[in-house]
């Protein structure tokens, strides 16, 4: 949910629509490195139905682990690591 609903043409939108990619890799000196792309939609539920709106798409991309930098982007991606890491460990052993 959006804390604070957007407006755009007609509808009210309080949510987003999300797109998530994340590729894992290795750098040559062992060390993880990953990249990610994000792609969020505002979106509403409405009586016709879900609506999105393309135009207020918000994108985060990054190549590398060492572009994240903001504070907040740094706490989701750990959080992503590590629940991708309990996925991977509960799947695999």
Do not use: N
């Not at 190549?63 to 695999?92: C, M, N, R, W, Y």
Request: glycine share 10%.
């Amino acid at each position: 949910m959006i804390t604070t609903p957007k407006t755009i043409g007609d509808f009210t939108f309080d949510r987003y629509g999300i797109q998530l990619a994340i590729t894992g890799k290795y750098k040559a000196d062992g060390s993880p490195d990953a990249s990610i792309s994000i792609v969020l939609t505002p979106t509403a539920i409405t009586e016709e139905g879900v609506v999105q709106a393309d135009q207020g798409q918000v994108q985060i991309l990054r190549g590398h682990l060492s572009e994240v930098t903001d504070p907040a982007e740094q706490v989701a991606v750990g959080k992503i690591q590590a629940a991708l890491q309990e996925f991977v460990t509960a799947k695999l052993g």
